[in-house]
């Protein structure tokens, strides 16, 4: 998930770079997120597994379900089995669970997990982002908007998001919080 700018609000491509004359964006444009596939489908298949706790799901019944394609699928699972956040059994009987309870695994983990940096700048790091002159601050705002969506993401597990039927750890207060969004 990382700050992306291919087209302007109307749906044109933007050519050259955000924010300036030859991008073709105005003051108080919109710069939209981005989520990658590999994030929402990591996402979408750690809850369809969660939801069944008692046994465990196949690659197929997950992307049937979520209407992932099968292949992607295999390899983000791969991704998320390699992150400890599912573990696996070969065989008939075999198929995914969770590596961790619900209740321990956050947005923030399954995005690390499968896109690495949460928010990049042309594939680098904000860490050590650093401009000369007038530009000198704008580091300092790709930082904050990158912790401000780690703290949302990190502070978003999957039982919280998950239908209160299926959720038997989660809190009086996850419930309420799931009511209000």
């Known amino acids: 998930m990382f700050p992306q700018c291919t087209k302007d609000w109307t749906g044109d491509p933007v050519r050259g770079t955000c924010g300036s004359p ?7 444009h919109y710069v939209r997120m981005h ?5 929402d489908y990591a996402t979408r298949a750690l809850l369809e ?6 046994r465990p799901l196949t690659c197929e019944a997950i992307a049937s ?5 099968f292949r992607f699928l295999k390899s983000v699972v791969g ?23 619900a209740d321990e695994i ?11 940096e949460l928010i990049t ?7 050590g982002l650093d401009y000369p002159g007038p530009a000198s601050g704008l580091p300092d705002v790709w930082r904050r908007i990158e912790d401000e ?20 750890h989660a809190t009086a207060e996850q419930f309420s919080r799931r009511g209000a969004a």
């Open 79 to 101: 991704e998320l089995r390699r992150a400890g956040l599912v573990r696996s059994q070969r065989g008939c009987e075999g198929g995914y669970w969770l590596g961790r309870p």
């Open 49 to 54: 597994v969660a939801c069944e706790p008692a």
């Open 149 to 168: 969506a780690a703290a949302v993401l990190s502070g978003t597990t999957l039982a919280t998001l998950l239908p209160a039927a299926t959720d038997e």
């Open 22 to 28: 030859r991008a073709g964006l105005r003051v108080g």
């Open 106 to 116: 956050t947005l923030l983990d399954v995005s690390r997990a499968v896109d690495g």
């Open 121 to 127: 700048l042309r594939g680098a790091p904000l860490a």
């Open 35 to 39: 989520i990658s596939a590999k994030a």
């Open 65 to 69: 379900s979520q209407q992932i394609p």
